[in-house]
């Protein structure tokens, strides 16, 4: 079946960089994605990349993804107290409907 | 962010009540979908509507009814609930079909069932 596992917490300072590891099940996924959701909100679309890439950036967004060892990452950098949220990584499906499963979700806390 | 839109924000409801959850995309997709979001959890894909056609996980129980009047209206109508239900109900949008069928969220109703 399908399953994406990522560490519960991270804890960084401001200013430094921040790596948030996911690992993934289903070779068959044709996009994996990065979500981020602040206190009270729902899921912000952050940055996503195909299966036939391996690394893709966006301003201080960088994901790198590892096909074979099926490992995707989300390294944040100069990080910012306002990047403090839960982050969700996502694979897609390819069962007929555009499904997604997501991890649990990885809460970064940056202090000052 | 105001693609998807959903109301309430916030609802409190007793176990015999009947609500409904409502949301709104204002993105021209033709997908759209229920989940929900329990602490501790996964967020866990209750429903989609995707070109006319229902899809639901069998795990979803019966006291949850979705209803798809058009493609940018989607509601879930509440009855009978239980307090396990209490959680953060988000429905998101996509474009089926596309390129690339990436979904977008709205911020949530976070349902409290007493």
């Known amino acids: 079946g399908e399953d994406v596992e990522q560490s519960l917490f991270l804890s960084v300072r401001e200013g430094d960089s921040s790596v948030i590891n996911c690992t993934y099940t289903?070779?068959?996924?044709?996009?994996l994605y990065w979500y981020k959701q602040e206190p009270g909100a729902g899921l912000q679309l952050l940055t996503y990349?195909?299966?036939?890439?391996d690394m893709k950036q966006d301003q201080r967004l960088t994901v790198l993804l590892n096909k074979k060892d099926k490992h995707l990452s989300l390294r944040i950098a100069d990080t910012q107290t306002g990047d403090s949220a839960i982050y969700f990584c996502?694979?897609?499906?390819?069962?007929?409907?555009?499904?997604?499963?997501f991890g649990k979700g990885t809460m970064l806390l940056v202090s000052p | 962010e105001t693609g998807v839109t959903q109301t309430p924000r916030h609802l409190v409801m007793g176990m015999t009540n009947k609500k409904s959850l409502k949301c709104e995309q204002h993105?021209?997709?033709?997908?759209m979908y229920w989940y929900k979001q329990s602490a501790k959890k996964p967020l866990e894909l209750m429903f989609v509507y995707s070109l006319e056609e229902r899809v639901e996980n069998n795990s979803v129980p019966s006291r949850f009814s979705p209803e798809c009047p058009n493609s940018s209206h989607l509601f879930l109508h509440l009855h009978t609930l239980q307090p396990e239900d209490s959680a953060l109900y988000l429905c998101?949008?996509?474009?089926?079909?596309?390129?690339?069928?990436?979904?977008?969220f709205g911020p949530g109703t976070r349902l409290l069932v007493l």
């Open positions: 993105l021209g997709h033709n997908a």
């Open positions: 996502a694979e897609s499906s390819n069962s007929g409907y555009s499904t997604l499963t």
């Open positions: 990349i195909f299966s036939n890439m």
């Open positions: 998101a949008s996509s474009q089926r079909l596309a390129a690339e069928e990436t979904q977008y």
């Open positions: 289903d070779s068959s996924s044709t996009y």
